[in-house]
């Protein structure tokens, strides 16, 4: 990806799409958007004025100007109303502009920074900015096309090469030089979190037969071989050494093993706590036993992603060299039925000698997580924070535009500001001790499933109870917001890599 910034006048610019912006309600362009309206003799503001172009949120209009500037087409994206533009709003128009300009096989373009200068007056950084910008754009730009072996076909008859659907890069172009600087950081540290997000995208999409435990794991020490950080893998016979009873009783029904996967990362300084990251890995979830319906159940090889959003945010902090120390802990299993699966009714022991009566199978991915986050407590960490697609009932309650947050007050009010501001967003729920009570069991310490009501809460309050009394603990339940089934501006369909720029920007302190 070539990402660049150059100091010049919009109406120089040669290039094969000037990116400019519009203001919902503006009645006349003004800045950079008024300047090429000028080189066009007043056509963006005709436009306007005709009604075709109005600045709403989305809209994305293309002007081509037959040689009156060097620009071969002026693009013109909507911002919506300038009193409710920030960050995310720029994400989501840069985001609009990329799909569109690749649907148009353009893969490289010009753009000035949107929101310059009236987000700066509210505060937001030029870096900022920059990054944003950066962020949407590769984002926006990602396809998943591994597996595709047949070039697609724009007219019958008429081949297309994929290649020119990729997206190449683009140039900011800022009339201000002292701004240069700013904005070069902001790009780089843009690419930098865009690329683990799409790295996380990359695994998360691959198909349950190709991402196993055992590949994951495969995966996982590549990473880690790339960037410099430790990698252990614990396979099943170490998983029973150590009495990890949730994940072994989990993965037995397949053929395809469990393993946990531990990841670190030393940035910090020695003695400093490292925060540790926990990600649920269910490689796919049929529910076992208490198998699911067959209907969609495809998607359930996103119930992975907690586990590769954990391996994406050791990815970012490593591209970032973050001044922190971090553990990432992923339990990966299978969750299958067959003969020799485990079954409602049964009690495993879990790696915290805490003992789990199974009421449905299908409610896995907590019994994963008991073992990791009772390991990675072990580890003194300063704080743990786990990622996963835990609960339907999560995505009942926000939908697809929200994660869950649940556990220590302190990390949920940053985590959703956090939220707020990069658009990863997360939005607190309760963890009351009722929903605890909800899973007592009469024959063990506790049962995996609390029923019908308040199924997130009652999920939260199961993993709390692994969690060691006085460390902190935030948990994301990012079952609504892993992978999405229809275009958002900057998610194309399949997994979204939700967590990783959320966790990261914690991490980095933001
Ligand atoms: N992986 C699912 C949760 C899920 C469901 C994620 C739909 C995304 C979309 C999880 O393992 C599960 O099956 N949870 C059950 C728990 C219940 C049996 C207590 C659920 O949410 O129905
Ligand atoms: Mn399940
Ligand atoms: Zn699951």
């Not at 979830?285 to 198998?291: P, R």
């Not at 079954?343 to 009566?357: A, C, F, H, Q, V």
Request: glycine residues 12%.
């Amino acid at each position: 990806m070539k990402l660049s910034a150059v100091k010049g006048d919009v109406t120089e610019i040669e290039t094969a799409a000037l990116v400019v912006n519009l203001y919902q309600g503006m009645k006349r362009p003004g800045g950079a958007t008024g300047a090429v309206d000028a080189a066009l003799d007043g056509q963006i503001s005709e436009l306007i004025s005709e009604g075709e172009i109005t600045g709403k949120p989305g809209e994305v209009t293309i002007v081509h100007t037959q040689g009156r500037i060097p620009a071969r087409r002026v693009v013109v994206v909507g911002l919506g109303k300038k009193t409710e533009c920030n960050l995310e709003t720029l994400r989501r128009a840069t985001g609009n502009v990329t799909q569109r300009l690749l649907r148009h096989h353009i893969t490289r373009f010009h753009t000035v920074l949107h929101g310059g200068g009236d987000l700066e007056a509210t505060g937001v950084s030029t870096r900022d900015l920059a990054q944003a910008i950066a962020e949407a754009t590769i984002l926006a730009g990602y396809r998943y096309d591994r597996y595709k072996t047949v070039e697609p076909e724009e007219e019958p008859g008429e081949p297309m090469e994929r290649e020119k659907e990729r997206l190449d890069g683009f140039t900011v172009v800022e009339s201000d030089g002292r701004k240069l600087g700013a904005i070069r950081s902001g790009l780089e540290r843009g690419v930098r979190i865009a690329d683990a997000v799409n790295w996380t995208r990359d695994i998360g999409n691959g198909p349950p037969n190709e991402i196993t435990p055992a590949v994951l794991a495969e995966r996982a020490r590549a990473l880690a071989e790339e960037l410099g950080l430790e990698c252990d893998v614990l396979a099943r016979k170490d998983l029973e050494k150590l009495g990890m009873g949730g994940i072994l009783g989990v993965g037995q029904g397949s053929v395809n093993e469990p393993r946990l996967i531990v990841l670190r990362y030393r940035g910090g300084r020695k003695s400093a706590r490292p925060t540790a990251i926990v990600g649920k890995a269910i490689t796919f979830d049929t529910g076992g036993i208490s198998i699911k319906p067959s209907a969609n159940m495809e998607e359930m090889k996103f119930d992975k992603m907690g586990g590769c959003a954990a391996l994406g945010i050791m990815r970012a902090v490593a591209l970032l060299k973050l001044k922190i120390n971090l553990i990432a802990v992923i339990p990966s299993a299978e969750n299958m039925p067959g003969a020799s699966a485990y079954r409602p009714g049964d009690i495993l022991r879990s790696y915290s000698g805490k003992t789990i009566e199974i009421i449905n199978t299908d409610a896995e991915g907590r019994l994963v997580l008991a073992d990791a986050l009772a390991w990675a407590c072990q580890q003194e960490p300063k704080e743990v924070i786990d990622l996963a697609t835990l609960t339907g009932a999560c995505v009942v309650a926000l939908g697809h535009y929200a994660s869950g947050v649940f556990g220590d007050d302190r990390m949920i009010e940053r985590l959703k500001q956090i939220g707020e501001t990069t658009g990863d967003r997360a939005w607190p729920l309760p963890v009351y001790d009722e929903y605890g009570d909800d899973m007592k069991s009469e024959v063990a310490d506790i049962k995996n499933s609390g029923g019908r009501w308040g199924g997130a809460s009652t999920a939260a309050a199961f993993l709390k109870f692994f969690v060691k009394q006085g460390t902190a603990w935030a948990h994301l339940d990012i079952a609504g917001t892993a992978w999405t089934t229809k275009t958002l501006p900057y998610h194309p369909v399949g997994a979204t890599g939700a967590g990783v720029r959320l966790v990261t920007e914690y991490l980095a302190g933001r």
